[in-house]
């Protein structure tokens, strides 16, 4: 019954490969978001997608593709990893139509880049 | 676009004491300033959040107020409990007339340390 989840929780990972996290929530969200906590704990939002169309996208290199087949899923595919991406990636979902405003977080993604 | 600013970066108090966060914000649009709690290698949870038409709210140990005139905003704990213990970061957002697209902004971060 976990109502936003993350996979995987840990990724080690090579410079130079390609990886992908997968979200999903259970709350009958309409919106969903990426956010990136560096080492300093900042929280920066990344993307936003609502019912599946992109309606935040912040300065993030090219690398980085977020994906909604659905209204209940949001994918993260980063290309070409560099040192610099390693953080903590979390999911993040709210219910906008209807004036909701209460973010749920995902657990987060660790990754970490060597 | 938005600016968030908190402070302090670092509080230590001790048990049963209060502790006050203050943030400050640059978009006079901003009508909504939600504050989360996250736990050492946990997720951001919020604890409270407070609309720009209300000037206080509380939940029993915890408290926010809002000043839009100085678009500053503060949360209070009080009689706080080493679980308490966490970081606490304030944030900002527009309406969804206003344009923004639900972002929020966060601060930077304060992590408290409640101290037996």
């Known amino acids: 019954d976990t109502a936003v989840s993350q996979t995987p929780k840990y990724l080690v990972t090579q410079m130079g490969n390609d990886k992908s996290i997968k979200c999903e929530q259970n709350?009958?969200?309409?919106?969903m978001y990426w956010y990136k906590q560096d080492s300093k704990k900042f929280l920066k939002i990344m993307f936003s997608?609502?019912?599946?169309?992109?309606?935040i996208n912040e300065t993030v290199p090219n690398r980085f593709s977020p994906k909604s087949p659905d209204k209940a899923h949001l994918n993260l595919h980063i290309n070409s990893l560099e040192l610099g991406d390693s953080a903590v990636y979390f999911c993040?979902?709210?219910?906008?139509?209807?004036?909701?405003?209460?973010?749920?977080f995902g657990p987060g993604t660790r990754l970490t880049v060597t | 676009g938005e600016n968030v600013e908190q402070h302090p970066s670092t509080l230590s108090v001790q048990e049963g004491d209060s502790a006050v966060i203050k943030c400050t914000y640059s978009?006079?649009?901003?009508?909504?300033f939600p504050w989360y709690k996250q736990e050492l290698g946990k997720r951001p949870q919020l604890i409270i959040d407070?609309?720009?038409?209300?000037g206080e709210k509380k939940d029993q140990r915890i408290a926010v107020t809002l000043n839009k005139t100085a678009k500053h905003f503060s949360l209070h704990i009080t009689e706080t409990q080493p679980e308490d213990s966490a970081v606490y970061f304030c944030a900002a957002k527009r309406g969804l007339i206003t344009g923004g697209g639900n972002k929020l902004t966060f601060g930077t971060g304060t992590q408290l340390k409640v101290e037996l």
């Open positions: 978009d006079s649009a901003s009508n909504y």
């Open positions: 709350l009958g969200h309409d919106t």
């Open positions: 993040a979902s709210s219910q906008v139509g209807g004036g909701g405003h209460e973010q749920y």
């Open positions: 407070i609309r720009s038409n209300v």
């Open positions: 997608y609502n019912n599946k169309e992109l309606i």
